[in-house]
């Protein structure tokens, strides 16, 4: 048999057969790689760990994707939905010599291939699932979903890239996978690559049936072409047949993506429909038919280890050999264990191996970004706090200019869920518009096929897409409403993890951080009320390794504008951003911003009035933009009413400073601690989210006991701004409060000023009911001094 | 114009006209509610909150669907995907006379429609979205995606109930959204009611056009056609053509609805082809056409307010009154404000009126759990900690019986993506299955239409499903891996807020516990690696209010058995619960487990040498089974090594108890805990999680400062069980060090114990790398004492 053009398939089965029986071995085998001996128990792994089941299917595309490259000299990125199936990926990438490039212990010969087998799921060794260990890989098989929206994402810009990504069919159950089919509304025929969805259909989860395996070929087939692709099948379980069918198919589908490609480019901009291919093929396919009299070839039962009992069990023995032999490892591999030159054939050569492919090692691809610099976007501070500007509006432009000054890299894009005006980062549409594939009427706005900011009302789309884009060489940003980041938690969790393992293979090269810029925050959700209230993401990165995240929170523009200027520039973290889009003031001119986040946390003498030297009687500390406005209200209120109380006020933007060096990078030494917060001094903090993670990452301080600190507790509805405040007790009337309960010795003029600011809540209750808007004096109020 | 059945449809379109009055004008008006006089400045609201857009399209479906409740008898749950549409749900409520019945205070009159226009968005008021507030809802309308899981999750076990479930189109690009669909592989025609999926095409978001709304007819038809429905299209903007197509589909689809379930229940097997509907309305329809010379109706400029400047700009002003009076109110209403007799004919009455129907306050409905109780399942305890057994697997045996005995009822489903069996809860098989609509294969096992198991490999789905099932009056527990629970986070976030303003509305009735019982938790994904090792959910869960959050960690099988009874009794909270499904010593006897939970942490004194009364020397505390054998283990090798060590073990089920009981109705009071840890002693604290959480709910305790937590910090790969312990310093080996290092005066022994235990670190390094699997004095060690 033999392909349209001419390959031999029996050389495509050959390397099928050593690919699947390296895959087996690395499951089963300690030793005796090459089966030189008869099988013994001691031969095999005490433990029996990992994923045999979509293995033979991963291998079968694997396999025709070299044919495929090797003739159109095409280049291909491999994308694994099912990452269960690690061995097939480490058989791969060991047979076409990319492995042992990357790990020169594990050559190509008896002895590499004896480490490959053991090292699998074994101690000191590889992970079971496709991980950053694997070369060839951007994609975690951990947490099943995001395969195809990865794809999309690592397609984007690199005209002439395939993505040829596998979707198990029990991945294609989840929401994520779901909503991802639509990403070929977004992809650009012309200047974006091409994503090839291989859906494999092998019928099984753990232990259940999947839905689109058990539903019938019209619905399949309608539910497909529904989504916008014109799909292929290739279906079966015999060899010999399937060889042909798939070759054929392949040859096929690259040809379509080639037309499209080219009618595209031509000028022909009607939103293509592209190819796909549904192989469906038994689960465990080649594997043990039957054990212990029951099927499991073709069922769930295939899913993990097929067999078992291997070591105890003389039976299961008998049949794992015979099932090992049946590939016929002589005729694959020489008596050194290296594959035969012949086998070699069909793998492509150097970066064209899917495993050697520098898109999936992004980091060898990566340009800096050209950063137009903060000076240029700055506001001007005549007087602290005495304008207004909105934070996330003047990033905006700075993000425009962004656009404008990496045009010709193509290589910096905008990703949100249809909030990036709502967010207030608009100016970007003066220089690009939103990627739009589908249908344009006369009364849209900012649509265009190759607009660089993404939007589609899907986080986890949003979120998957910037991955593949970052881990492909790329820059990006993810501009969210704050509350609902939490959608992309267990996204967010993956990612940290890749960063924590890639940043230790000495072979992958850093990447540009994922950006979020969180806006639309807790505070001033007022208007959606209290479901649109979260500001609990910030405690859910802090779980992640410290040297791979960072947390800011900018108080004002100049401080957003310095923070955003450095994450940009940033590798191989995640930066949180949580940020403000209403007018905000002006705390800051450009140079102390600068300074002020570069310190991550300081004292703003100009702002308190303990002189800046001698010891203060209460400490002020704010972090977020609206703590940040409530203590400076509260201190001028001090100020006026307590005249001779020395004050001090910090602010901190970097999150992580507050912890002890210690625990993260950004750590501050107790001393450095202590002279911002005093040792024995009541400390009010008013913080943006849940108060306790200020204890948590205070509790080894000298002062923890007195610091007190105040935000959000889950109190809130549609209201007033300033409302949101007094419900979680952190407005400027409770912090002086605060103050006078905790500040020994002010005797009987506090306790005429402590009745004065209860007045002044009781007011405020009454008022807004009255005026369904904020008191005067709160919503006029600015810095007097 | 009439409906076939004879219902004036002008009678129809009135209501319409009625519902969107009063919706525009809640978003308006602080007074002149029935335009008795122009409209003036004085009469807007100073802030305009709200959300036209969804709103005309929302009453449209409510006023057909009246007509149909109202002929053909029939119970209907409305479920409001596109929840922005606040407005609409408490129009419709108010005039249905539904609302009034739970607030007294807005009665059907003009006083009454006052308070509602002007209650609406305004501080001490009513939110924007469809919230807990609103009478017949069960969905909050804020983060969207979720509303058709929860419209399958209502209609399980109601056979009678139809749930007609609007889907917005931006919402419909959401994954957990797209994944819904396939709810129908699922729902059994027989057993189950009817989901009536109303897709809401008014082709926007907040600033984007939606991706359904713009493909081309055959494409989305194809989408929905394989998604298993038979689509229904309703499209136009002409009243007049629309009201006579929506009443006709309406007819055409409960009827086949019937004929579905009929022949379902009189034995046809086939999955049925359910029938679902199209409504391609403007956005803002029936709004203001232009504003400021730009196109505002079927544009994304309805989404909220359509004119802004209603207050300042007397143009628009000038269009408002005209908008509001467009609607004729004065034919709709008397001069009272009453809603017309004729109008109120077309609303259902009683309990068919979908504001008041029992569904959507499942408390009226919820039955009590029949219990088989903990006593016939316990595992019988000889001497503490001498036999193993594996706790999830003995809680499948209670739950088995929970579903036999509630057989009759039809109240009591378990969810899960596609791990029942492997978290060992399979012994529910014996009595019930898989609900599974699709194609079964003769090798399948345990899939039948009715079963009570909803398997699909969607956390979304299992989540909504049961937030959907629990609203309506049912119970329920979701098992997932505990690592993938993140990926519902952001769920249960909106759960949590819906029970924290459900608990508080008097007219909302308790409501069963979301049970999470999360299993094959972080330390036993040895073999799955580091992706699927996540212990921050509990994290996550304890940012939520404390009156709705409880967590448990139970050590054994009888606690967890004593801890899962407690949580099915329970209502209105979210109970997670942390086991293990690996064999385990069973430390405790059935009445030892139900005292140790009842109390929620306690000192084991049979494990520990300070005789129980004098101070001991040290705390080893411990929360989880991996902690808690670890504990064990560390202190028999005190016992050998130190045997004058006065060693107190101290074990924590109920994690809130470690909080003061101001912040935790659970939490202890400092007396007891300082009883517990004492109130100077070094505390050795192994923990399940991330220590940090110790620490946060420990903070404010006299001993705090000498509190030394051991836990997971996302250290982790395919390893042995014990090297995840060992990796993340939790090892006994590494307490027993921690114990040496923290109690004073220890003298030479404990050097020598300390260089010990290193060397044993040391010999578990070595001896996995060689051997694959743990040291045999771990892998066989008992309780000793």
């Known amino acids: 048999m033999s392909s349209n053009t001419g390959t031999d398939l029996s050389l495509v089965d050959a390397y099928w057969r050593a690919a699947n029986y390296l895959s087996a071995g690395q499951i089963y085998l300690l030793d005796n790689p090459l089966l030189t001996e008869p099988l013994a128990p001691a031969h095999i792994k005490p433990r029996l760990l990992g994923h045999w089941g979509t293995t033979p299917g991963l291998n079968f595309v694997y396999a025709h994707l070299n044919r495929v490259i090797r003739e159109h000299g095409q280049e291909v990125l491999f994308v694994t939905g099912p990452g269960h199936g690690g061995p097939a990926l480490l058989a791969n990438t060991w047979l076409e010599g990319s492995y042992s490039e990357n790990y020169p212990d594990v050559q190509r010969d008896l002895h590499g291939m004896r480490r490959l087998f053991r090292q699998f799921s074994f101690p000191g060794g590889v992970p079971s699932h496709v991980a950053p260990e694997v070369p060839g890989s951007i994609h975690e098989g951990g947490e099943l979903g995001y395969s195809l929206a990865h794809a999309f ?12 990504c596998v979707v198990g069919d029990g991945e294609a159950e989840t929401g994520p996978l779901a909503a991802s089919w639509h990403g070929n509304k977004f992809l650009d025929p012309v200047r974006d690559g091409a994503v090839l969805p291989i859906l494999h259909l092998n019928g099984y989860k753990i232990a259940n049936p999947t839905i689109l395996a058990r539903v019938p070929h019209e619905e399949l087939d309608a539910l497909l072409r529904g989504y916008g692709y014109a799909p292929h099948y290739v279906e079966g379980d015999d060899p010999e047949v399937m060889h042909p069918r798939m070759a054929e198919v392949f040859d096929e589908v690259f040809d379509e993506i080639k037309r499209i490609q080219e009618a595209a480019r031509a000028g022909n901009t009607e939103r293509p429909r592209w190819p796909m291919i549904v192989l469906r093929s038994p689960k465990g396919w080649t594997g043990p038919s039957e054990v212990d009299g029951k099927p499991v070839e073709g069922t769930w039962r ?31 591999f020489d008596a050194e264990g290296r594959p035969k030159p012949e086998l070699l054939e069909l793998a492509p050569e150097g970066p064209l191996r899917m495993g050697a492919t520098p898109y999936a090692n992004g980091g060898l691809l990566l340009r800096d970004l050209r950063l137009p610099g903060v000076a240029a976007h700055a506001v001007e501070v005549a007087k602290h706090g005495t304008t207004n500007s909105e934070p996330t509006r003047v990033l905006g432009r700075m993000l425009r200019d962004v656009l404008t000054l990496n045009a010709e890299e193509d290589n910096f894009r905008l990703f949100g869920p249809d909030e990036t005006a709502s967010n207030r980062l608009d100016a970007v549409y003066e220089v690009t518009a939103k990627q739009w594939q589908a249908q344009v009427l006369p009364t849209d706005e900012h649509l265009e096929h190759d607009g660089r ?6 986080e986890h789309l949003c979120q998957g897409f910037l991955e593949g884009y970052l881990l492909t060489g790329r820059h990006g940003v993810f501009n969210c409403y704050e509350a609902f980041i939490h959608i992309v938690d267990s ?22 951080s994922l950006n979020y810029l969180l806006s639309s925050h807790v505070w001033r959700q007022d208007h959606n009320g209290f479901s649109h209230q979260d500001p609990g993401f910030i405690d859910h990165v802090m779980n992640k390794k410290a040297e791979v ?17 450095h994450c940009l ?83 901190v933007v970097d999150l992580m400073r507050l912890q002890p060096e210690t625990e993260h990078p950004h750590g501050m030494p107790d001393r450095e601690f202590d002279a911002l917060f005093t040792p024995d001094k009541p400390v009010i903090f008013a913080y943006h989210g849940y108060p306790w993670l200020i204890h948590r990452l205070t509790y080894r301080r000298a002062n923890h006991h007195n610091i007190h600190v105040r935000g959000y507790k889950e109190e809130g509805t549609t209201t007033t701004p300033f409302d949101m405040l007094v419900l979680n007790d952190m407005d400027r009337y409770r912090l002086v409060i605060d103050v006078v309960d905790r500040v020994p010795g002010l005797g009987v003029r506090a306790a005429g000023l402590r009745q004065r600011m209860t007045d002044q809540r009781n007011r405020h209750h009454t008022w807004i009911r009255e005026h369904g808007e904020d008191l005067p004096e709160v919503r006029e109020w600015t810095w007097p001094y």
Request: charged letters at 25%.
């Open 491 to 512: 996204m967010f969790n993956q990612h940290a993890k890749w960063l924590k393992v890639h940043r230790r293979l000495v072979w992958r090269r850093p990447v540009a």
């Open 153 to 164: 994402g690592a397609a984007f810009d690199n005209p002439d890239l395939v993505v040829a």
């Open 302 to 332: 295939s899913h993990q280890v097929p067999l078992s009992g291997v070591r105890d069990n003389p039976e299961h023995l008998k049949i794992l050999e015979g099932w090992l032999r049946s590939y016929r490892p002589q005729e694959l």
């Open 549 to 565: 995240v960072r947390v800011y929170l900018p108080p004002d523009t100049n401080t957003l504008l310095s923070v955003a200027d």
């Open 453 to 458: 900011v993404v939007e589609v009302l899907s």
């Open 569 to 651: 520039r940033s590798r191989d973290y995640v930066n949180v951003i949580v940020a403000g889009k209403n007018p905000t003031p002006d705390w800051l001119g450009p140079q102390e911003a600068a300074l002020h986040c570069a310190r991550g946390a300081g004292i703003w003498d100009w702002a308190g009035t303990d002189d800046g030297l001698s010891e203060p009687d209460v400490v002020l500390a704010c972090a977020g933009d609206a703590p940040t406005l409530e203590v400076m209200a509260a201190t001028a209120l001090l100020r006026e009413h307590l005249p001779e109380l020395r004050v001090r006020v910090v602010n």
